[in-house]
């Protein structure tokens, strides 16, 4: 790992309402790292993500980005949302979406004129769909529709790839597809941060896990934070077996 981080995130809290997503996290990221970021439904993986793309406002805390990634923030990372969040119905080729552009929202869909046809046809022969190009989005299987994803944020190079539960519905040819990918990006000197429920994929991928539930849980390497007593506390069996001891001990 390169000394100077590339994305510092210090004392991050973000809050919907009144409601908390993140509270006081803090994680970095260096050049040549795969970070997973796993935790519960809720935990806030999303949240972490959409927060470093600038796509959600912090209420206190700061994003810091390396001189080394540019002045413009929509060239410093790539993010590409949770396949749910992106209107599948659309009237657009699988060519389209990818060259709708990788950074920025969902909803931000600008067709950017440094991005050719050529460019979408060479990231989506490296997630094997390249024969789909000009298939509609509304007749792609999940499996298709993350590889779909992940060919958008490979259409142009980058030093920081945010990845919202890439592996989520893929199948096991796909997953590897997506290991060695990920794998490439890393032995590059980029840096990823992503999103996963999949412990087995954050064990493989991750020279780091990070692990949420609204606050950081733990964070290390995969065998550091994936220990049975982090699940628990993030996944929140520990409270279930609290509360069961208690009831124990009524009865004794
Ligand atoms: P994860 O990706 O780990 O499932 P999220 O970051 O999506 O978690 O959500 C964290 C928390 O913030 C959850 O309680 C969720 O309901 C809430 N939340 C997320 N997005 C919004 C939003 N746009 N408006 C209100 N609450 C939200
Ligand atoms: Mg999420």
């Not at 972490?48 to 990634?69: H, M, Q, W, Y």
């Not at 389209?96 to 909803?107: E, I, K, P, Q, R």
Request: aromatic share 4%.
């Amino acid at each position: 790992m390169s000394s100077e981080p590339l994305v510092r995130v210090e004392h991050l809290s973000v809050s919907y309402g009144d409601r908390v997503a993140l509270e006081d996290v803090s994680l970095s990221l260096g050049a040549g790292e795969v970070v997973s970021l796993v935790g519960p439904n809720g935990a806030g993986k999303s949240t972490l993500l959409k927060t470093i793309a600038r796509l959600v406002r912090p209420n206190s805390g700061t994003v810091e980005f390396s001189d080394a990634l540019g002045a413009d923030p929509r060239r410093r990372v790539v993010y590409v949302p949770q396949r749910d969040h992106i209107d599948w119905t659309l009237p657009a080729s699988v060519r389209d979406l990818v060259l709708m552009g990788a950074y920025g929202s969902a909803s931000r869909w600008r067709r950017t004129s440094r991005d050719t046809t050529a460019d979408a046809e060479r990231a989506l022969d490296v997630v094997g769909m390249r024969q789909h190009s000009a298939t509609q989005i509304g007749r792609l299987s999940g499996g298709q529709q993350q590889r779909v994803i992940l060919a958008r944020a490979l259409i142009r190079p980058s030093s920081v790839y945010l990845l919202d539960e890439p592996f989520s519905g893929v199948d096991a040819p796909t997953e590897a597809i997506f290991e060695e990918v990920i794998e490439d990006l890393r032995a590059g000197g980029a840096a990823v941060l992503l999103a996963t429920h999949n412990l087995d994929c954050a064990r493989d991928t991750s020279t780091r896990v990070c692990m949420l539930s609204r606050k950081v849980v733990a964070l290390g390497t995969p065998d550091e934070a994936l220990t049975p007593l982090n699940i628990a506390v993030a996944y929140g069996d520990i409270s279930r077996l609290h509360i069961h001891g208690e009831a124990a001990h009524a009865h004794d």
